[in-house]
């Protein structure tokens, strides 16, 4: 079945009323409804598209289980007009999510592939608010900080120091932080007037890795 014969809008509703029984406000779960998941996802799981799970993107990566991002995107405390910082753009849903709440998106890949089809998906997608670039999201994006929220999908064994940098004082970045025995995360950081931030150990996930290129001599 093909994106345009398919009522895609029933289905990411009902996604969305789901997630709506599952604790996620309104304000969310009605910018979840409003995104065309299926064209995030390859076209041969775009059936699967409105189910809530995670489905593989290609290059080993994955586009996040709608809860997961629903439930992220609330801890940010995000309103229209306001600049956030996503860390690995990935299928670039995530990006929609924040974009149909009115954020201005900064989105870092490190993935130059993913970058591509994820601009072409938001552009199609009719998605102007997004700024997308390929490199290192642990260094953040600092031409355009400070940030209003930061948001990283890929899992850190620490807060980046560029990040907390980035990010305004009293925001919050929402970011998975793997623990000594693998266990994984989804902690709320709040800068505070001094530059530290205060966490919270929020909700157990699972994300892939941050990839580095920190080993990597400068200009390879
Ligand atoms: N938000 C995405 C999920 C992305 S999965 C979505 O909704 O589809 C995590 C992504 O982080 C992958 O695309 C991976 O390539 C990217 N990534 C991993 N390490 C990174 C890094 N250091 N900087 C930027 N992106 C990174």
Redesign the pocket.
């Known amino acids: 079945m093909t994106g345009e014969e398919r009522d895609w809008r029933a289905e990411a509703r009902a996604l969305a009323q789901a997630l709506l029984q599952e604790g996620i406000g309104a304000r969310v779960a009605e910018a979840i409804a409003r995104v065309p998941r299926h064209l995030?996802v390859p076209p041969d799981l775009a059936e699967r598209a409105y189910e809530d799970s995670?489905l593989p993107?290609g290059?080993?990566?994955?586009?996040?289980q709608p809860f997961v991002?629903a439930y992220m995107t609330e801890l940010l405390e995000i309103h229209r007009g306001e600049r956030v910082l996503?860390?690995?753009?990935?299928?670039?849903?995530?990006?929609?999510?924040l974009a149909e709440l009115g954020a201005q998106v900064y989105?870092?890949?490190?993935?130059p592939e993913?970058?591509l089809r994820?601009e072409k998906v938001l552009k199609a997608a009719g998605y102007s608010s997004v700024h997308l670039c390929v490199?290192?999201?642990?260094v953040g994006w600092p031409g355009f900080a400070p940030f209003d929220g930061i948001?990283?999908?890929?899992a850190n064994e620490g807060v980046p120091p560029a990040l907390i940098e980035q990010l305004d004082t009293g925001r919050r970045m929402v970011i998975p932080i793997e623990d000594e025995d693998a266990s994984q995360f989804v902690w709320r950081m709040t800068k505070r007037a001094d530059g530290r931030v205060d966490g919270e150990r929020m909700l157990a996930v699972r994300?892939?890795?941050?990839?580095?290129?920190r080993t990597t001599p400068a200009g390879e």
């Open positions: 995030f995670a993107i290059c080993d990566q994955t586009i996040s991002v996503e860390v690995g753009t990935g299928s670039g849903y995530q990006t929609a999510v989105s870092v890949e490190i993935v993913l970058s994820a490199g290192d999201g642990a948001i990283v999908t890929a994300f892939v890795p941050m990839r580095s290129t």
